[in-house]
T-cell receptor
Framework: DTAVSQTPKYLVTQMGNDKSIKCEQN?????MYWYKQDSKKFLKIMFS???????INETVPNRFSPKSPDKAHLNLHINSLELGDSAVYFC?????????????FGAGTRLSVL | AQSVTQLGSHVSVSEGALVLLRCNYS??????LFWYVQYPNQGLQLLLK??????LVKGINGFEAEFKKSETSFHLTKPSAHMSDAAEYFC????????????FGTGTRLQVFP
Protein backbone atom coordinates (compact mmCIF):
# COMPACT_ATOMS: atom_id res chain seq x y z
CA ASP A 1 0.00 0.00 0.00
CA THR A 2 1.40 3.39 -1.00
CA ALA A 3 1.51 5.69 2.01
CA VAL A 4 1.24 9.00 0.13
CA SER A 5 -0.17 8.71 -3.36
CA GLN A 6 -0.54 11.41 -5.99
CA THR A 7 -2.44 11.39 -9.25
CA PRO A 8 -1.68 11.87 -12.01
CA LYS A 9 2.01 11.02 -12.21
CA TYR A 10 2.42 13.03 -15.41
CA LEU A 11 0.36 15.96 -16.61
CA VAL A 12 0.89 17.68 -19.96
CA THR A 13 -1.35 20.61 -20.77
CA GLN A 14 -1.62 23.86 -22.67
CA MET A 15 -1.09 27.33 -21.30
CA GLY A 16 -4.28 28.85 -19.94
CA ASN A 17 -5.87 25.55 -18.94
CA ASP A 18 -7.03 24.65 -15.44
CA LYS A 19 -5.82 21.41 -13.88
CA SER A 20 -5.93 19.55 -10.57
CA ILE A 21 -3.54 17.21 -8.81
CA LYS A 22 -4.86 14.88 -6.14
CA CYS A 23 -3.10 13.61 -3.05
CA GLU A 24 -4.15 11.01 -0.53
CA GLN A 25 -2.35 9.60 2.50
CA ASN A 26 -3.24 6.47 4.46
CA UNK A 27 -0.83 7.06 7.34
CA UNK A 28 -3.39 8.61 9.65
CA UNK A 29 -1.47 11.89 9.60
CA UNK A 30 -3.16 15.19 10.31
CA UNK A 31 -0.86 17.51 8.38
CA MET A 32 -0.34 17.61 4.61
CA TYR A 33 1.85 19.71 2.35
CA TRP A 34 2.42 20.69 -1.25
CA TYR A 35 5.94 21.34 -2.50
CA LYS A 36 7.18 22.54 -5.87
CA GLN A 37 10.47 21.22 -7.29
CA ASP A 38 11.80 23.31 -10.15
CA SER A 39 14.03 22.26 -13.02
CA LYS A 40 17.12 22.76 -10.87
CA LYS A 41 15.72 20.35 -8.26
CA PHE A 42 15.10 23.16 -5.76
CA LEU A 43 12.29 22.06 -3.45
CA LYS A 44 10.11 24.72 -1.86
CA ILE A 45 7.00 24.47 0.27
CA MET A 46 3.82 25.98 -1.12
CA PHE A 47 1.07 25.10 1.35
CA SER A 48 0.43 23.16 4.50
CA UNK A 49 -2.86 22.02 5.99
CA UNK A 50 -3.48 20.69 9.47
CA UNK A 51 -6.81 18.96 10.05
CA UNK A 52 -8.22 20.63 6.93
CA UNK A 53 -7.09 24.10 7.99
CA UNK A 54 -4.50 26.12 6.10
CA UNK A 55 -1.43 26.76 8.28
CA ILE A 56 1.31 27.60 5.78
CA ASN A 57 0.70 29.67 2.67
CA GLU A 58 3.91 30.75 1.03
CA THR A 59 4.10 33.47 -1.57
CA VAL A 60 2.28 31.53 -4.24
CA PRO A 61 0.14 33.07 -7.01
CA ASN A 62 -3.54 32.90 -6.18
CA ARG A 63 -4.00 30.80 -9.32
CA PHE A 64 -2.96 27.96 -7.02
CA SER A 65 -5.71 26.85 -4.65
CA PRO A 66 -5.33 23.91 -2.30
CA LYS A 67 -8.41 22.10 -1.09
CA SER A 68 -8.61 19.63 1.77
CA PRO A 69 -11.94 17.79 1.88
CA ASP A 70 -10.72 15.73 4.84
CA LYS A 71 -7.43 15.27 6.64
CA ALA A 72 -6.42 12.34 4.40
CA HIS A 73 -6.68 14.37 1.19
CA LEU A 74 -5.09 17.55 -0.08
CA ASN A 75 -5.72 18.49 -3.68
CA LEU A 76 -4.06 21.25 -5.65
CA HIS A 77 -5.99 23.15 -8.28
CA ILE A 78 -4.18 25.43 -10.69
CA ASN A 79 -6.01 27.99 -12.83
CA SER A 80 -4.77 29.64 -16.00
CA LEU A 81 -1.60 27.58 -16.23
CA GLU A 82 1.58 29.37 -17.25
CA LEU A 83 4.85 28.09 -18.70
CA GLY A 84 6.59 28.81 -15.40
CA ASP A 85 4.30 26.40 -13.61
CA SER A 86 6.12 23.49 -15.23
CA ALA A 87 7.72 21.57 -12.38
CA VAL A 88 7.39 18.48 -10.26
CA TYR A 89 4.83 18.88 -7.49
CA PHE A 90 5.21 16.76 -4.37
CA CYS A 91 2.63 16.06 -1.75
CA UNK A 92 3.77 15.13 1.75
CA UNK A 93 2.20 14.32 5.08
CA UNK A 94 3.27 14.22 8.71
CA UNK A 95 1.97 13.68 12.21
CA UNK A 96 1.86 17.38 12.94
CA UNK A 97 1.73 17.06 16.71
CA UNK A 98 5.04 15.26 16.94
CA UNK A 99 8.55 16.67 16.92
CA UNK A 100 10.60 16.24 14.90
CA UNK A 101 7.99 16.76 12.24
CA UNK A 102 9.03 13.99 9.84
CA UNK A 103 7.41 14.31 6.45
CA UNK A 104 6.57 11.45 4.11
CA PHE A 105 6.51 12.26 0.42
CA GLY A 106 4.55 11.04 -2.55
CA ALA A 107 6.23 10.11 -5.83
CA GLY A 108 5.49 13.47 -7.43
CA THR A 109 3.46 14.81 -10.34
CA ARG A 110 5.46 16.10 -13.28
CA LEU A 111 3.54 19.00 -14.80
CA SER A 112 4.53 20.23 -18.26
CA VAL A 113 2.84 23.36 -19.58
CA LEU A 114 3.21 23.84 -23.33
CA ALA B 1 15.75 32.51 9.31
CA GLN B 2 17.10 29.16 8.29
CA SER B 3 18.94 27.94 5.22
CA VAL B 4 20.94 25.00 3.98
CA THR B 5 23.87 24.95 1.55
CA GLN B 6 24.91 21.76 -0.16
CA LEU B 7 28.39 22.01 -1.63
CA GLY B 8 28.68 20.23 -4.94
CA SER B 9 25.64 19.62 -7.11
CA HIS B 10 27.26 16.44 -8.47
CA VAL B 11 29.48 13.91 -6.73
CA SER B 12 30.93 10.86 -8.49
CA VAL B 13 32.54 7.92 -6.72
CA SER B 14 33.61 4.41 -7.62
CA GLU B 15 31.77 1.46 -6.18
CA GLY B 16 33.33 0.63 -2.82
CA ALA B 17 34.71 4.13 -2.29
CA LEU B 18 33.83 6.52 0.52
CA VAL B 19 30.79 8.73 -0.03
CA LEU B 20 30.91 12.27 1.40
CA LEU B 21 28.08 14.70 0.70
CA ARG B 22 28.45 18.11 2.29
CA CYS B 23 25.79 20.17 4.02
CA ASN B 24 26.16 23.42 5.95
CA TYR B 25 23.25 25.05 7.69
CA SER B 26 22.35 28.44 9.01
CA UNK B 27 19.82 28.75 11.79
CA UNK B 28 18.98 31.37 14.41
CA UNK B 29 17.39 28.68 16.60
CA UNK B 30 18.51 25.18 17.56
CA UNK B 31 17.97 23.16 14.42
CA UNK B 32 16.67 19.79 13.50
CA LEU B 33 18.55 18.45 10.49
CA PHE B 34 17.59 15.83 7.96
CA TRP B 35 18.93 14.00 4.96
CA TYR B 36 16.47 12.79 2.36
CA VAL B 37 17.18 10.64 -0.70
CA GLN B 38 15.28 10.79 -3.99
CA TYR B 39 15.64 7.86 -6.35
CA PRO B 40 14.75 8.44 -10.02
CA ASN B 41 11.06 9.13 -10.54
CA GLN B 42 10.30 8.66 -6.86
CA GLY B 43 9.45 10.86 -3.92
CA LEU B 44 11.81 11.80 -1.13
CA GLN B 45 12.62 9.22 1.51
CA LEU B 46 14.07 10.04 4.93
CA LEU B 47 17.62 8.72 5.36
CA LEU B 48 18.35 10.06 8.82
CA LYS B 49 17.68 12.91 11.21
CA UNK B 50 19.41 14.90 13.94
CA UNK B 51 17.21 16.01 16.80
CA UNK B 52 19.67 17.28 19.42
CA UNK B 53 20.46 13.89 20.92
CA UNK B 54 23.59 12.08 19.73
CA UNK B 55 25.67 14.14 17.32
CA LEU B 56 26.56 11.09 15.22
CA VAL B 57 23.40 9.85 13.59
CA LYS B 58 23.03 6.54 11.80
CA GLY B 59 20.45 6.09 9.09
CA ILE B 60 19.25 3.53 6.62
CA ASN B 61 21.39 1.82 3.96
CA GLY B 62 24.64 2.32 5.90
CA PHE B 63 24.59 6.13 5.82
CA GLU B 64 25.50 8.29 8.76
CA ALA B 65 25.92 12.00 9.44
CA GLU B 66 27.63 14.01 12.14
CA PHE B 67 26.26 17.25 13.56
CA LYS B 68 29.08 19.71 14.17
CA LYS B 69 27.79 22.89 15.75
CA SER B 70 31.18 24.65 15.61
CA GLU B 71 31.29 24.12 11.85
CA THR B 72 27.50 24.43 11.30
CA SER B 73 27.77 21.25 9.27
CA PHE B 74 25.85 18.02 8.86
CA HIS B 75 27.79 16.05 6.26
CA LEU B 76 26.51 12.68 5.04
CA THR B 77 28.91 9.76 4.73
CA LYS B 78 28.95 6.11 3.79
CA PRO B 79 32.14 4.03 4.02
CA SER B 80 31.57 2.03 0.87
CA ALA B 81 29.39 3.13 -2.04
CA HIS B 82 27.07 0.73 -3.78
CA MET B 83 25.62 1.09 -7.24
CA SER B 84 22.15 1.33 -5.72
CA ASP B 85 23.17 4.50 -3.84
CA ALA B 86 23.01 6.53 -7.06
CA ALA B 87 20.32 9.13 -6.40
CA GLU B 88 19.69 12.75 -5.50
CA TYR B 89 20.37 13.64 -1.85
CA PHE B 90 18.80 16.57 -0.06
CA CYS B 91 19.82 18.12 3.23
CA UNK B 92 17.07 19.95 5.12
CA UNK B 93 16.71 22.04 8.28
CA UNK B 94 13.79 22.95 10.47
CA UNK B 95 13.20 24.48 13.86
CA UNK B 96 12.16 22.32 16.79
CA UNK B 97 8.49 23.32 16.82
CA UNK B 98 6.11 20.98 15.04
CA UNK B 99 4.84 23.91 12.97
CA UNK B 100 8.29 24.92 11.68
CA UNK B 101 8.84 24.62 7.94
CA UNK B 102 11.29 22.20 6.38
CA UNK B 103 13.87 24.13 4.36
CA PHE B 104 15.70 22.11 1.73
CA GLY B 105 19.09 22.49 0.12
CA THR B 106 19.47 22.36 -3.63
CA GLY B 107 20.44 18.69 -3.67
CA THR B 108 23.51 16.67 -4.63
CA ARG B 109 23.36 14.07 -7.36
CA LEU B 110 25.48 11.04 -6.45
CA GLN B 111 26.80 8.91 -9.29
CA VAL B 112 28.44 5.56 -8.57
CA PHE B 113 30.70 4.01 -11.18
CA PRO B 114 31.56 0.29 -11.31
Amino acid sequence: DTAVSQTPKYLVTQMGNDKSIKCEQNLGHDTMYWYKQDSKKFLKIMFSYNNKELIINETVPNRFSPKSPDKAHLNLHINSLELGDSAVYFCASSHGLRTPNIQYFGAGTRLSVL
Amino acid sequence: AQSVTQLGSHVSVSEGALVLLRCNYSSSVPPYLFWYVQYPNQGLQLLLKYTSAATLVKGINGFEAEFKKSETSFHLTKPSAHMSDAAEYFCAVSGVRNTDKLIFGTGTRLQVFP
